[in-house]
């Protein structure tokens, strides 16, 4: 198996993961519609749309390791080249998932950040501009890959400049809105986040409101790339899976009321025997702007 090839197999379980929180997540969206409450039909599209996206990634990339080792086994340079041929239409048509992928989850980080601090446009101005650029250099990734010369590297002069600056900006894009909801988060929960026993906990909810996993693993793909590490191969086909993970439980958080669109975490304080416990309470919250409690 080649090294590609054992890539591909290694995000297997968070595609696992991927899908099981999916299911829970439209069930619980669904349910919601059922129970007379507000079907949140925004976030059950978006929800859709990245599970169809990851899905048709995952089966182009399996599709490219059947090609491999069975139509290219005994052609020159055998799979390992086939998977270096750039400008092949499987590699560009999962490239261009990867690129829709990622510029979704950013926009999604960039909405969510634009919900949170209550629609105030001077916020999201920057983002939106660093979100702009990504859609530039995603296309200019794309168009280099189908000019580059058979068996390029993808480490290549050529490529690494669109490559580099589109990681660049889809990381600052997401370090940014991350940063800025989970400050956000942290200064509408402060009092109750403050009271929690466990300050493990209290982290946790920053980390999972604000979706800072994604951009940990955009900073990680970052480094690996400009140390032109093989192992790049590995979190760059974790990508599209963790974007649905991550907007997946941040639905699901918001889907059953245990925080709501802008930001604010429902933590059960209670006094029994004299002492302060806390924990998370999956029940509805009301929305400080109910006009607003319908947006992701």
């Known amino acids: 198996m080649t090294d590609r090839s054992f890539t591909k197999v290694l995000t297997v379980p968070l595609e696992g993961i991927y899908v099981t929180l999916f299911c829970i997540t439209t069930n619980t969206l669904l349910w919601r519609g059922s129970t007379g409450r507000p079907l949140r039909l925004n976030m059950l599209g978006m929800s859709l749309l990245l599970f169809v996206i990851a899905t048709v990634h995952v089966a182009t990339n399996f599709s490219r390791i059947i090609q491999a080792f069975t139509i290219h086994v005994d052609t020159p340079g055998g799979p390992a080249a086939f998977f270096g041929q750039l400008s092949n239409f499987t590699n560009m048509f999962g490239s261009t998932l990867y690129v829709l992928q990622t510029l979704l989850g950013d926009a999604m980080v960039l909405y969510r950040c634009f919900l949170v601090w209550e629609r105030k446009v001077w916020v999201a101005a920057f983002p939106a501009m660093l979100l702009l650029g990504s859609v530039v250099t995603g296309v200019g990734i794309l168009y280099s890959f189908d000019k580059t010369v058979p068996q390029a590297s993808i480490f290549v002069v050529q490529l690494n400049h669109w490559i580099t600056a589109y990681f660049s900006m ?49 900073l990680a793909l970052l480094i690996l790339y400009n140390t032109d590490s093989w192992f790049q191969y590995v979190v760059l086909d974790a990508v599209s899976p963790i974007v649905g993970i991550v907007f997946s439980v941040i639905m699901l958080r918001i889907a059953t009321g245990v925080s709501n669109v802008e930001g604010q975490t429902v933590l059960a304080l209670s006094q029994p025997s004299g002492g302060l416990a806390s924990g998370i309470q999956l029940s509805p919250i009301p929305s400080r702007m109910d006009s607003k409690a319908e947006d992701v």
């Open 170 to 218: 889809t990381f600052a894009t997401n370090v940014i809105c991350t940063a800025l909801v989970a400050y956000r988060v942290w200064a509408i929960n402060q009092k109750p986040l403050s009271f929690m026993h466990n300050r493990l906990r209290s982290v946790m909810v920053l980390i999972l409101e604000s979706g800072a996993i994604y951009s940990a693993t955009l």
